[in-house]
Each structure stands twice: as structure tokens, then as C-alpha cells.
């Protein structure tokens, strides 16, 4: 395994209205490998959306570096072919859309590449398809739903043809159901291959990915496996994070003494320990 | 209720007239416009209309459709008629108090009356027809040759894009904060103008702020996705002048010499 | 105070294509005191409804009794309404405007011609209740405020208004799990401070089955269920089929059911589902 993303001694400062520095982001390092799912978990102000802008080079570092495929990101020369490889998705879906038809949106990105028009009709094709979204290629975003739209947002992205897409809490403010639909979509993407950073605040979305950052206060906190991670409900409590249900019930089970291995992440393999034991 | 505006709007299906290069479409719609007012008389009327008709049944956009973007101008319409029933000199034909009805103000009220739906409905048909993006394409396209002496053409038709995508968003927003300041005890319905004007402030103070919000994030997301890398953008829709386009063309040609003769010759 | 609706029906553009029955026929009583919650998907009719509960919006037809003044009636008094059933919006940080906290808190109880000094005496309670310190945010702009924060001030401009019920459009949209929390606890807070009806749009089962006493299930436009949380979440297979969640700890608990294990009830706290499952793995 490669490391597609290197983050070395990352520094960022924010310089308020009054003139002050606050310091948002305080010598973090990781790396995030080619093809993985790397959720990166924190509470508001806690540096992880400062973190995603500084992947892509819409923020530079204060000090420290951050290499995409290699390239540093305060090198100007490369600065877009960073971005066309590392895509991003925000939060807000509706102020993401540029166009008022769903396919003229979805080839924006292709667009400002320069790509060949033959070549754009293809990729938005594939990137609709890939959210499943094709049926909706005419429609105006407006008619859609905050699932949907994001899904458009995502399909954006994907025809870019980016080895990588940071999801900056893309299902903050969303239904329980336009998540769903989301996290379906972001995961399938990693089946493909595409390195996917998922920031969120949601515990049950970073246990689906494969590593896990917890970052507060501008500094990494934790990082390893979603079940590294959720053995230490403490340690989560005390950062104010949730821990995902199956997790909670197999600590408040161990704590009425059932034997339960410590690995266990989700429902699935809670059922399985506990009608395996019986 | 803002769910009713067609005004602008664009009407998707498959049809000759959509097919039609924007360029072209902008161009006849303006001089389809200057026609309506070169016109003086009801059979010149009738071409006009005829003219449009056909671009109706072409278009296949239901007449409901269109009829419903009338309905926001319907008051204007209105006025006029009024104005100009009540307002021309000529021989008096009713009297009412110190109002004249004459023969010469009925006429001046039904040739504006229709001169108005006619361009009404024309121009929509033109965004009715033609998808935003090509429609800022085409104007983009058309004011290329000022770039020379420095319009920013392309500019101007991101931000026309831009402006299109977020009326509905803006309208949903306004409608919101509105019916949340109301919750408040917010009053815009009575009182004198300026109690009214004042009582807007709670409106257009977040509704501005929403708008810098969305300034901030659409820059942020464009920027991503690589605007401004000052590669040759290129476009997934591509304008072409076609076969279609030239004999539409020339049909239209022959249809504004109509009308020019009819003035002549009548 | 006490909610009654009755056969309540809204048609959004009647009579044209794209007419749209967005609620339809629906009928509930809210004791007083009572803490109830609204669950159903997004378009299923919550906003629509309980804009109708504080007279933003009227009903095609239908009534709505609250104590025993129909609010519907032509002769309503809107302000009066409105005055006595607080409304929290979706993201109601996006509806400040003023240059103060305590001005914007103002806002609600000075539209209601109400006296300088019970304005003032008002705003400060609001902002106490809402758990914020009245001396330090008074004279702060509310848009240097934290997300969190800034919600706090929404919601105690509604509360400055005296409302005997208080309604609140999923009031914990977009936060982030503290705020979450703390945005729920203050809510309660309130509930059992002043004893009102408070109503609550949510998504999240879990602290509907914590908080609430009545749940009401909407979709599309018509209630499909109305009862205890207990009742309501006993229903797994119908809520599913609406595409709705259960709590996590009913979720787990059918999960293991279905498994084999022979757990009885229903069950709304993970403490609960552990203890049952606890005694069913020890028999």
C-alpha cells in the first residue's frame, strides 16, 4: 500500500476580524492510503473542515506540508492538477450546485478541464450512473431532494475523474434517509477505488469507514481502525462523541457480565457474538 | 405560490424550437419585438400571431404552460388597457362623469393590449425553449466580438447562469424567514408605508446574509472543481448553427418581409 | 391549555394542476402538559402541520380547538394565536438580524405591544431559560455567537413572546453531537419549568423515545399512527414499511429477536435492552 495523502506536521492559523491568530489546525501528521476509506471525526471547531480545505489546496498550511500524489499543495504550479485529482464535496448541498439543469452541473467540472465535449457526455453519464441518478439529468436541482442534490453534488465530483474525494460533512444537514443514500453512494465509490475522506460528526458513518482520525482542538486525538477506536468509549465520552449503538450495548452488556469479544463495531456481529455464546 | 412563477422558466422536451441554436433564438426574439411594434394594424396583428402560433405547436409546450407565465404581468396589462381606454382623444363614443370612452382610445387599448401578450409570450417562449445554460452560451457567444474592447462576456454569463440557479433558492429563503419573523408577531400587512418599509428590515437583513453565505460557498465549491484554471474551458453542449437553424432562418426572414409588406402595402 | 384538531385538511394551489394535498383529514388531541413529538419523513406534512397549530398557514378545512377557541374560526384573532403557541423553525439562527442579542430577543415581545419594562424583564428570562449568561450576550452581536449558541438566542426569542405551548421544528438540525445534547437537555429543561405542551419535530427516534410522552406519525400528508412512544415503537414492521427507524435500543432488541432470542416487550433505553437480554442469555 501507497500513501496517496501525506499530512506532515500540518499548522493552520485563522486571523480573526480583530486582528488575532487562532490557531485551527496545532502539528498534526498522517497519511491516508490510495484506495481506503479514511473517516476523519471531530466536534464543531475542531479543525476538520480547515483539515479537508488544506487537502486541496483551497487553504495552504502556515507550516508543515501536505503532498497529494506527490505534489505539494503550496507549490502553485501544481495547484490544479491537485484538485482535479483530489475532488471535494461540502456540506450544504443546495449552495454547491452551479447550474439550474442537473447534467449542465455535473459537467462544470469537465468544463473548466478543457475536456473534449464527446468525452464530458460520457463522464456524466458515468457519474450520474454512479449515484444513480441518471433519471434525473433534466431536472432542476430545486425539484430535488437534499439526498439528491448532494448525490448531484457527488456526481460532480466523480466526473472529474479525481483519485480521491474529501466529503466535507456531506450529510450534516440532511434526513435520516438522504444519509442513507449518501453513505450507500460514498461507499460504492470506494469499491471502485476512488480514496474517499469522509468528515463527519456522525459516529455510525466513521464506523463504516476502515480508518479513523479523531481530531479536537486542532489536534489528532486518536487514530486506528473504526474498532480501535470504539474500544475506548472513556476516552470518546470525554471528546463528547457518540459511540455507535452496537458498541454501547455490548459495553453496558460486559458491564452485566456477558462475555463479549472487544472488537465488535456493529449490530451484525453483536447478533452473531451473542446467539453464538447462547 | 412561488411555485407559480414560469416566468423565465424552461420547459423540457424534445422539439425543433429547443433544438434551435440560442444565437439564432435571441436574435429573431428581438427582432420578432421590433416587429410587434412596427406594426399598425389588426391584419399585421393576425401574421404575428400566426407566426407564433406555429412556434407554439412546434414547440410543444402546453398553451396552460404558457398562459400561466401571463398571470404576474396580468396587472400591467390591465393598466394599460385602462390608460389608454380612458386617456386618448378622439370622438366619444360613452361618457361617463368626466371620463370619455372614444373610438380612437378603444382601438390604441386593443393594439396594446395584444402587442403585449404577443411579446409577452414570445419572449418567454424564448426561455420557455431554451435551457439557461445555452441561453447565457448564446449571449455569451453574441457579445464575444466586444471582448476586444474588454466586456467580460463569459463573466457576465456565468453570473446571468449563476443568478438563474439561485432564484428559486433565494424565493424558498425569503418565503421562509417571512413565515419565521411572522412567528415573532412580524406585521408586513398594515400600517403606514413606512411601518411597512421598516417592518422589511427583519426580512432582507438575513435574507442578505443568507445570500453573502451562498456567495462564499458557491466560490469555495467553483473553485474546487477548477474554475478559473484558465485552461481552455470547453462545453459539454456545444452551439452549432445547423441545416435546421439556416432553413429556420429563412423562413423567418420571409416572415418579417411579410410583415414589413402588409405595412407597406395596407 | 389543551390541543384538539379535528378533520384537519390542506390543499396547497387548489384547483390547479399542480394541486397538492399536503394534509389530509387528520385528527388528535394534546392533553396539557403534555410533551409530544412528530415523526415521518421529509414532505410527509410535520411543517406543514404545525404551521397550521400556530395560524401561519389556514386549513382548506378542518378545525383547530386549543383550549376551547377555535383558532381557525374567520373571526380569529391571528396575533392572539400566535402569541400563545410559540413556533421555533428549522435552522431558526437564519431569522436573526439585530445588532444585539437582547435586541433580537426583543423583537417578538416588543411586536406585542407589550411595556418597556415587561419587555425587558422578558428578554432577560428568555435568555436565563435558554441557558445563556444575560450579562455577558446581552450587548454581544448574535453572529459572533457559536452555531449552538446562536440557536439559543433563536429559540429564546420565541420564548420571550410567553407562549403556552412551544413548538420546535427539528430544533437540533445540523448540530453536532454536543450541541445536540445540550440544545435537548435545555428543551426539556423548559418543558418541566413551565409544564406547557411542548411539541417536536424530529428525525432521530431516539430522543423521541427518551423525551416524549405522545408521538404522532405522519406520511404523506395523513397521521398514520398516535400514541405512547412504547405503543408507536411496537409497530417495527410498519414503520419500516414507511421507511421510518426505530430507536437504537428497540433496533438491537429486534435484531436479537429475530436471531432467537426470546426478548419480550418493547424497549426504549439501551439499559433496557441490556437487562432483557442480560436475564434472556442467563435463563
Known sequence: MTAFLEVQNLVFDYIKQDGTTVRAINNISFEVEQGSFTAIIGQNGSGKSTLAKNINALLLPASGRVLVDGLDTADPASLWEIRRRVAMVFQNPDNQIVSSIVEDDVAFGPENLGIDPDEIRRRVSFALSAVEMEEYRKKAPHQLSGGQKQRIAIAGAVAMQPACIVFDEPTAMLDPRGRGEVLDVIERLNEQGITCVLITHFMEEAARADHVIVLDEGEIKMDGQPAEIFRRPEKLRELSLDVPPAVQMAHLLRQRGIDLPEDINGTEELVRCLCRSQ | ?266 | MSITVTELTHIYSPGQPQEQTALDNISFRIADGTFAGIIGHTGSGKSTLVQHLNGLLKPTSGKILVDDTDITASGADSRQVRRSIGLVFQYPEYQLFEETVEKDVAFGPTNLGLSQDEISERVREAIQLVGLDYDAVRGVSPFELSGGQRRRVAIAGVIAMGPRVLILDEPTAGLNPRAHQEILDMVDGIHERTGNITIMVSHNMNDIARMTDQVLVMERGRLVMDGTPREVFSHGDELRQLGLALPDAAEIAEELRRAGLPLTGSFMTMEETADAVAKALKK
Open chain 2, 1 to 266: 405560490m412561488i411555485r407559480d412563477i414560469t416566468l423565465g422558466q424552461y420547459y423540457q422536451t424534445e422539439s425543433v424550437i429547443h433544438r434551435l441554436d440560442p444565437r439564432f433564438k435571441i436574435i429573431s426574439t428581438l427582432l420578432y419585438i421590433v416587429a410587434l411594434f412596427f406594426i399598425d394594424d389588426f391584419i399585421g396583428f393576425a401574421i404575428a400571431w400566426l407566426g407564433l402560433e406555429t412556434v407554439i405547436c412546434l414547440s410543444k409546450v402546453p398553451r396552460r404552460f404558457i398562459l400561466k407565465g401571463l398571470r404576474p404581468v396580468f396587472l400591467i396589462i390591465a393598466f394599460t388597457l385602462i390608460i389608454n381606454i380612458f386617456m386618448t382623444q378622439g370622438q366619444v363614443l360613452v361618457e361617463i362623469w368626466r371620463f370619455h370612452i372614444t373610438k380612437e382610445g378603444l382601438q390604441m387599448a386593443a393594439f396594446m393590449g395584444i402587442r403585449l401578450v404577443l411579446l409577452i409570450i414570445g419572449s418567454s417562449l424564448l426561455t420557455l425553449t431554451t435551457r439557461p445554460i445555452s441561453l447565457t452560451d448564446g449571449i455569451e457567444s453574441l457579445l464575444s466580438p466586444f471582448k476586444r474592447f474588454g466586456l467580460p462576456a463569459h463573466e457576465l454569463a456565468m453570473m446571468m447562469t449563476i443568478a438563474l440557479r439561485f432564484i428559486p433558492t433565494l424565493l424558498e429563503e425569503t418565503d421562509k424567514i417571512m413565515k419565521a419573523q411572522q412567528a415573532r408577531g412580524a406585521d408586513f400587512e398594515s400600517g403606514s408605508l413606512l411601518r411597512r418599509a421598516k417592518a422589511l428590515v427583519p426580512i432582507l437583513v438575513p435574507l442578505f446574509i443568507s445570500a453573502f453565505r451562498i456567495a462564499q460557498d458557491l466560490a469555495m465549491a467553483m473553485e474546487a472543481r477548477c474554475y478559473g484554471s484558465g485552461l481552455p474551458r470547453t462545453r459539454m453542449h456545444e452551439i452549432r448553427f445547423t441545416r435546421t437553424d439556416a432553413g429556420a432562418a429563412v423562413v423567418f426572414v420571409i416572415f418579417l418581409a411579410v410583415i414589413v409588406l402588409e405595412r407597406l402595402l395596407w
